[in-house]
């Protein structure tokens, strides 16, 4: 099955708060935009890779020299939707027909091609799209509404059973997702993943497809540190050794 990827890029990482976004910094030898992207670049599958970038972007060049994939850029928006929207829809200039895209985000380094490849086929039988998703191990707490703000309480323990924590990639046909995130704008709403605005606009019903737990999003620098060790190490991320190193 073929594809196109789409990345949003135009974060700025204000919750890791480095110097510069956080898609830029440097893990284990690259950066963690080219490590989202490396398994990518290296799959057949692949047409070519969208992304969406902030306007002020000084460090795009700089990974776009080393990528051999048909490129189309977007300029970002102020949320996450935004962007992917804005990437969609450069590419539904571009492109005929409906194909599928994958939407990854750009602080997801340590995706799997085990995941990739379990994601296109449950997307080959479903028409209306799939994300990786993980359930929920821990056990859940409802936090009491405290007036004073000083301190969390529990309220209660809150039933844990048939949640999934979604993460990317999610893979969509570009027309309904695009047509999907374009009707959440018009009403001012963002959702927070592809599978949201989906669910939303009734277009499909989205598979759960289970990913792995080391495909984190880097959020904080305990996230940072994560990945860094699961990167380090070819062994620590299972079936790394099958994704092709990004082209430098
Ligand atoms: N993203 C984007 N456009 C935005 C916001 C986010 O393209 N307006 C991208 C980020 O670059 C990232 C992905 O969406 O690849 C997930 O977002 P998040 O983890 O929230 O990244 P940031 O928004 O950069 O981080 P923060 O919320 O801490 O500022
Ligand atoms: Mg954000």
Redesign the pocket.
């Known amino acids: 099955m073929r594809y196109w990827l789409a990345i ?9 708060g480095a110097a510069l ?3 830029y910094l440097q893990v284990a030898g690259r950066s963690l935009l080219e490590w989202a992207l490396a398994p990518f670049v290296g799959d057949p599958r692949c047409e070519g890779i969208v992304v ?1 970038l902030a306007a002020d972007d000084r460090w795009w060049p700089q990974v776009r020299e080393r990528l051999s994939r048909p490129l189309v850029e977007a300029t ?5 939707s ?2 992917v929207r804005r990437a969609l829809e450069a590419l539904a200039a571009r492109t005929e027909g409906d194909p599928w895209v994958l939407v990854h ?3 997801r380094p340590c995706v799997r091609l085990e995941e990739v490849d379990a994601l296109l086929e449950a997307a080959a039988r479903h028409e209306g799209g799939a994300l990786l998703a993980l359930p929920l191990v821990d056990t859940l707490k409802r936090q009491e509404d405290d007036p004073s703000g000083a301190a969390a309480i529990v309220a209660r323990t809150e039933p844990r059973a048939g949640l999934w924590r979604a993460l990317t990639p999610q893979a969509f046909r570009l027309r309904p997702l695009l047509a999907a995130l374009q009707a959440a704008a018009a009403q001012g709403r963002a959702p927070t993943d592809e599978a949201q605005a989906i669910e939303w606009a009734g277009l499909g019903r989205p598979r759960l497809v289970p990913g792995a737990a080391t495909n984190v ?1 880097v ?1 904080t620098p305990a996230d940072l540190a994560l990945v860094g060790l699961l990167l380090a190490q070819p062994g620590a991320l299972p079936g790394a050794s099958s994704i092709p190193a990004a082209r430098r």
Do not use: I, V
């Open positions: 949003p890029a135009a974060g700025l990482g204000q919750r890791l976004p956080k898609q969406a970002g928006g102020a949320e996450r935004d962007s985000d750009a602080a999003k959020t």
